[in-house]
């Protein structure tokens, strides 16, 4: 930069104040009566100067009604409300920003865009776009997350902090687009087309907040039916309580702020693993307990007399099987025109009794199948016994079941014998 030509340098607050001197010398601005519609407005501040904006289809100006004019001024005013003022244009010269100082304002009458607005919303409430009944369940651990807010914001900065803060280990993608003016609705449906064909588990749509007339876009008919037939649900975030809109109202769930929707979308990863840790020693304790039980059990069972001395219990009832055989032999030696009808009695009882002995060994004997073995028939043929075999296979009980001449199988405990009868002797 040249310094020969030796140019002025003004401040920044000379500037502002040429400004200011220029807006009190046009007498257009000393004195104007403007026609507009009323947003933020807040009512009075602790001082008593009541500041909000006044606009019109496509401009906005910042307006102020100092202390000492608001009690001119008896009408209750409220956001919408379209006003004729009058008052003059000046500079606040700390910011460099310019307002309207209104010194009297009345109604005109209620907003345009209020009236639509609330048309709107009785049609879509009748036609069950906010039914309670149609909202999806988001998920409690999403792992895909799809989140739809505006390029460089205060939002998608809070959006990315807060997710990976609670939530590091899920799998974000977000998708851009115009939060406010005209084309926005447009902007916001394509990108919630985008989100859904990638089938996220949950999708966040969001803003920084901001005035009640930045927030139209998300009023938008087209985009609440967009968003109601959405097969995937949607967590919205748009503004603060006092400015809710159509779009929060058909969303699965909405917050507030992007930080209440994070909270909504996404578990506490730090939260989920002491649950989990609490879980395992629980599972742990329980297990532990339940084996601690069984070890009782078993040592009970141990101490028991049928497991220590399972051999002398298992002679006692060979003992017993040898006796009844004994028995069996010695009835089967009678006289049958005799003991004929005793022996089918006593047949039938021991026959009974047999069962009985068996199924109380078979029951001792199932908790350990290797001495089964010990009951099989060869270990009483190997205390000197046989059994006889006629021609017919069957077991020789008696003379009757043999002739002379006829050839026999005796089975003994190692092998068997084939004999021819000779003689049969009766015992009278």
């Given at each position: ?25 046009i ?64 500079i ?8 309207v ?5 009345s ?186 039980d ?20 298992y ?12 028995s ?52 009483i ?39 021819t ?8």
């Amino acid at each position: 930069m040249e310094e020969s030509n030796n140019p002025k340098y003004l401040t920044i607050s000379e500037v502002n104040s040429i400004i200011h001197d220029i807006f009190i010398n046009i007498p257009l601005f000393r004195k104007i009566y403007l026609k507009g519609e009323i947003s933020n407005y807040k009512g009075a501040n602790r001082a008593g100067h009541i500041y909000f904006t006044l606009k019109d289809e496509e401009s906005s100006i910042s307006a102020v009604i100092f202390k000492y004019d608001t009690f001119h001024i008896k009408e209750e005013f409220k956001n919408g409300d379209e006003v004729l003022v009058c008052g003059e244009i000046s500079i606040y010269k700390t910011n460099g920003t310019y307002q309207v100082i209104i010194h009297e304002m009345s109604l005109y009458g209620i907003g345009n865009y209020l009236i639509n607005r609330e048309k709107l919303k009785k049609k879509l409430l009748e036609a069950g776009y906010f039914n309670e009944d149609h909202k999806l369940k988001t998920p409690n651990f999403p792992m895909n997350i799809a989140v739809i807010t505006g390029e460089n914001s205060a939002a998608i900065r809070d959006f990315r902090f807060n997710l990976y803060r609670r939530w590091p280990i899920g799998n974000y993608k977000f998708y851009t687009c115009l939060v406010q003016g005209e084309q926005a609705p447009k902007s916001i449906i394509e990108a919630l087309t985008k989100a859904a064909n990638d089938n996220p588990d949950v999708i966040l749509l969001g803003r920084g907040g901001g005035a009640s007339d930045d927030l139209t876009a998300f009023d938008n008919e087209e985009l609440v039916k967009f968003i109601y037939n959405l097969k995937i649900p949607l967590i919205s975030a748009i503004g603060h309580e006092i400015n809710s809109t159509f779009t929060d109202y058909v969303s699965d769930k909405h917050a507030s702020t992007p930080t209440g929707a994070c909270e909504m979308a996404v578990p506490n990863y730090e939260e989920v693993l002491n649950d989990l840790n609490q879980l395992k020693e629980n599972i742990l304790t329980k297990v532990e307990t339940k084996i601690q039980d069984l070890e009782l059990k078993i040592n009970k069972l141990q101490s028991l007399k049928v497991f220590k001395d399972i051999n002398t219990i298992y002679d006692l009832k060979f003992n017993s099987i040898e006796k009844l055989s004994l028995s069996i032999n010695s009835s089967l030696n009678q006289k049958l025109d005799n003991k004929l009808n005793y022996i089918v009695t006593f047949k039938q009882s021991l026959d009974y009794l047999i069962n009985k002995k068996i199924i109380s060994i078979e029951n001792l004997l199932s908790i350990y199948e290797r001495t089964i073995e010990l009951s099989n028939p060869h270990n009483i043929l190997s205390k000197g016994y046989s059994i006889i075999y006629n021609k017919d296979n069957k077991v020789v009980n008696n003379e009757n079941d043999v002739n002379i001449d006829e050839d026999i199988k005796i089975l003994l405990n190692k092998g068997n014998i084939t004999a021819t009868v000779k003689e049969i002797n009766t015992n009278e």
